[in-house]
């Protein structure tokens, strides 16, 4: 039995060894972990990669990350993987544009493991015509890596470009 003395100790000390045990448990499950301020770092710079014709966002696809377009594109719906979502939507969108586009980043905001990337981003399509559309982008991230998007965009704008123009094979 614990005296009245010592209870307040033994209660700060049960606490403190509960506490303790909680941060090592917490820094072992999430020890791939990236902080919301690394998370948006990352995202940032793939979009400089971009915008300099280095690099892409689609480059941190994890490859069994899932991208649904939502709203009622021509593309809208879920691919459940990187491979499906290249093949099916980025690369005959880039084989019906002359100059790829190139974004402007608005906002991004990051919180916990998601990243949100708000942008405007314009191009010029195999006919001449100027692409221009604005988009807005949820990345769920995982060790610096896109786990899960979602994407909305303007579908009048897409839909047009995919109807007009066929993509160079």
């Not at 499906?84 to 790829?100: K, Q, T, Y």
Request: glycine share 6%.
């Amino acid at each position: 039995m614990t005296s009245t003395f010592l209870k307040p100790f033994a209660v700060r000390a049960s606490l403190a060894f509960a506490a303790t045990s909680l941060g090592i448990l917490a820094v072992a499950s999430g020890a791939d972990a990236q902080t919301p301020a690394a998370n948006k770092t990352i995202v940032q710079r793939s979009f400089d990669a971009w915008t300099a014709g280095t690099g892409s966002p689609f480059e941190l696809l994890a490859d069994e990350a899932s991208w649904t377009i939502e709203g009622n594109s021509v593309a809208s719906k879920t691919y459940p993987t990187k491979e499906a979502f290249l093949r099916e939507v980025i690369r005959p969108f880039n084989a019906r544009m002359s100059a790829g586009i190139k974004p402007t980043i608005k906002s991004i905001t990051a919180d916990g493991n998601r990243v949100v990337i708000h942008f405007d981003a314009a191009g010029t399509a195999r006919d001449g015509k100027p692409y221009v559309n604005t988009y807005a982008w949820f990345f769920q991230m995982q060790g610096g890596r896109v786990t899960r998007a979602s994407a909305f965009f303007d579908a009048i704008a897409f839909n047009d470009l995919w109807a007009r123009v066929a993509p160079d094979e």
